[in-house]
């Protein structure tokens, strides 16, 4: 207790030294003026339109060397020179309570210019979406670098008496420190030497933190600095102490200790670097960590799973870092594997043999990267790709799947992984369902199913259903075979027993009697099922064709199993080519596509047949326009089978025409189908105040001269969905920061008509956003060259995105089928001419069989988001020239969808947030002056606070003295 007080004696003192001068207002002074210098200007924080902090740390490791080497250079050096250290070496204490006492001073210091510092994450997190975890770790690792400069500059400042010498000394170790880790150096050796240098250097220490990862390797190598520095301190204060005359066994015994304590404390860096394991991830959704998703999914590994790293030691320097990053998670990965991952680091250029197999067995080639230093421009060849193999199946993740490149303010860019975790466990589901794929359906699918027939005795059918009946009942009974048991067949005539059975499959499914023709007085039934005990599907059975039934049969099959990729129908239009002549752009969705086929089976539907193909699980529909009665018919009745269709449309479209922005009208046929189920999209576009910037030229005047720049402006036709407005309760929404809805429409649900359904809300705008009839959306913008909108109307919080659950009755419930052929709906063929009685009879086609389910299982759901345009290319291009990278907020929001409709929600745990749009709200330039100087102001506030603080404190020690004076007296 008394060593204690002795420290805590001898940091009240030299902070009253310091306050004593101007020397700690002006490090705390310049501290701060530097800090928010480059955070506003240097970095370009509001030019980058991003809500984050990491411009303040940015430069942070080259700002502390100087600082922290100003604040210790005068600790040993002037006690040295003003005589005062020998009366320090003459104390009967142990010297290192002074370095321990000198140095807590030095660290108060610099935690009262960080504290300087928090009025800017505050900015940040009230203008945008701030992710807290990276903030904390990078004030941490500001603190624990800070701290080592410190212990560094300290024993520089005791070898010498010059205080300036001791500056410059100083700055020269922990320069040299830095620069070990960086680019600059790593540059000009191989992968494994990098990794070294790496390891050694502070900045690739401060990197690692600062991106929300916090390394027990990272901590005890900063901790490690500190105590090798601060021991090497007080070596060098005791050696003062030594006469010439003094007992040399004594000295011999410090230098050893000192030695040994070095020494050890390298060692357990040595062996803690191969632990990568004690680890805390603090990003918002652990986007580094290994998640219980990925646990589920190497849980199901039968066989062994190999994923390599192909990685060349010489590569591009921005990649150079990001490989052990990448070499740590492959680590985890075969740790959490529990022996049947397997994971190797290689560098082809010295394994020929594996380079070879890498070229011509799973197609991984170089990739070429320019490098340019002051001297001279090469071109370097090098791999970055990392297999996952299993069985005979594989997947190569390559540069263009693992990297994110974003542009910088200025020339600069940024590289950084891509959501490691999301790409390679989304790899490793891939491989491991091909494999699966290629096994028995039924070795991944739980329990016992059963096909129930619905079908009519075979005298009642048609002489096509009775053929088609007969062949599918072999196909049925080779099933069988191959089930082991899982498996089995029930026909049920529903004539039987009165018509009971007829009556029951109607309420409950709406399977009604079929007919060839509407004139046709013959009714009969042909409807198949499978059941277990948690759902009822029905297998399609449209074209009655025996050639096509086993694919029909195991397509419906896989909706009960697991472990098989999942089809999605994708209904979207195409480009017209006569309106590309003349400069007029249609939707295009190719970004969505590529989505969807990441993980799951795409097939492009066209809904004029009147179906959806019978492979799909889910029917996904973009900006449809003018659906007739059959592509209508062909979404109505694969929801009345149970699935989920997923319908993103409004009744207005953006199109580009000449350089101008047009909204026009979109018919899209629904509008009648939604109001049958209770789903409404008026005829308005929504407005909010919470939006996403427009990017638009505007012309500026400066000292009689006009200039033309890219601007943001306030567009509030881009919604911006975040928080509140996402469901948090749901898991589509639950993880997703953000999402931009451009030009969308308000929902409305009729609560009577889906009384018997479950309504969840998925996404809304902000309570101040309005609603406008305007087709004019072109940004507005004032004189100043910013946004000008107001509010026009009621105020309030509109509904974007619908989920409906359960039963639905058809749309076309009692009408006859689309599908039967026209001349069969009551028209008169004489009146298209009469047929030559001399002419051959032509072949006729075989005949249509008219059916209408008319009510749907409890497994059925619609899913509305209404805009046509929010995952089109042109709108995610927009959006991701903002942010200087890729934008993909609306497509993680379908993506989400699917898997969850899919019950497949193994990814919805770790998918990525990096790629959503974290932007700052589109401001004008007063309002960003406003929270530059506002944070100048703050900092002069808490640096007046310090000030005060410190003179109580001053006057309150100086009070108590004069009570000691007044009690000796």
Known sequence: MLHDRLISRIANKELVLFFASPVAYLFLGSFAAVTLFVFFWGEAFFARNIADVRPLFEWMPILLIFLSSALTMRMWSEERRTGTLEYVLTLPVPLWRFVLGKFRACVVLLTLALLVTLPLPVTVANLGNLDWGPVLAAYLATLLMGSAYIAIGLYVSARSDNPIVSLIGSVAVCSILYLLGTGTMTGFFGNTAGEWLRALGSGARFDAITRGVIDVRDLFYYLSLIAIFLCLNVYAVERERWASTGSATRHRRWKLLTALVVVNILVANTWLSKVSSLRVDMTEGELYSISEPTHNYLSQLQEPLLMRGYFSAKTHPLLAPLVPQLRDLLQEYEVAGKGKVRVEIIDPAENPKLEEEANQKYNIQTVPFQVADRHQTALVNSYFNVLVEYGDSFQVLGFNDMIEVKAGATTNIDVQLRNPEFNLTRAIKHVLYSYQAGGNLFDSIEGEIELIGYVSADELLPELLASYKTAIEEQLREVVTQSGGRFSVRFIEPEASGGQVAQQIQEVWGFKPMVVSLFDTARFYFYLTLADNRQVVQVPTEDFNSDNFRQALDASLKRFASGFTKTVAFSAPRMNPQMAMYGMTGPEFRNLEQTITQDHTIRRTDLRKGSVTSEADLLVVAAP?????????????????????????????????????????????????????????????????????????????????????????????????????????????????????????????????????????????????????????????????????????????????????????????????????????????????????????????????????????????????????????????????????????????????????????????????????????????????????????????????????????????????????????
Do not use: C
Request: aromatic content about 8%; overall charge negative; cysteine-free.
């Open 625 to 969: 326009e003018n659906l007739d009665e059959k592509q209508l018919f062909a979404i109505d009745q694969f929801l009345m089978r149970g699935g989920t269709v997923v319908l993103a449309t409004s009744p207005f479209m953006s199109r580009s025409a000449g350089g101008n922005l047009l909204m026009v009208p979109r018919n899209s046929g629904l509008q009648d189908w939604l109001s049958h189920h209770g789903v409404r999209i008026a005829e308005e576009l929504v407005l909010d105040p919470r939006n996403s910037a427009f990017p638009i030229p505007v012309t500026r005047q400066v000292g009689g001269f006009s200039f033309q720049e890219l601007a943001m402006v306030d567009y509030p036709y881009f919604v911006d969905a975040r928080e509140d407005g996402l469901n948090s309760e749901h898991a589509i929404t639950s993880g997703l920061p953000q999402a931009t809805f451009s030009w969308a429409s308000p929902i409305s649900v009729d609560s009577e008509a889906n009384s018997a359904r479950s309504v969840t809300e998925l996404v809304r705008s902000s309570d101040q956003s309005w609603v406008s009839a305007s087709t004019s959306i072109l940004p507005r913008v004032n004189e100043d060259g910013v946004g000008a909108w107001q509010a026009e109307g009621d105020t309030a919080s509109r509904l974007l995105g619908v989920l409906v659950g359960g039963r639905f009755d058809s749309y076309f419930a009692g009408k006859p089928s689309p599908l039967l052929p026209k001349e069969d709906s009551g028209e008169d063929p004489g009146e298209e001419g009469e047929e030559d009685e001399t002419s051959p009879p032509e072949e006729l086609d075989p005949p249509t069989i008219g059916s209408v389910i008319e009510r749907s299982p409890e497994s059925a759901r619609l899913i509305v988001y209404a805009s046509n345009d929010f995952l089109t290319d042109q709108i995610l291009r927009t959006m991701g020239s903002m942010s200087g990278g890729q934008y993909l907020g609306p497509l993680e929001l379908i993506a989400n969808t699917i898997d969850w409709s899919l019950e497949d929600e193994g990814l919805l745990g770790i998918r990525s947030n990096a790629h959503f749009n974290r932007t700052l709200p589109p401001m004008e330039k007063d309002s960003q002056l406003f929270w530059e100087y506002l944070n100048y102001a703050m900092a002069v506030l808490l640096l007046l606070l310090i000030a005060l603080l410190q003179r109580r404190s001053r006057l309150r020690r100086q009070q108590q003295y004069l009570d000691n004076l007044g009690e000796v007296a």
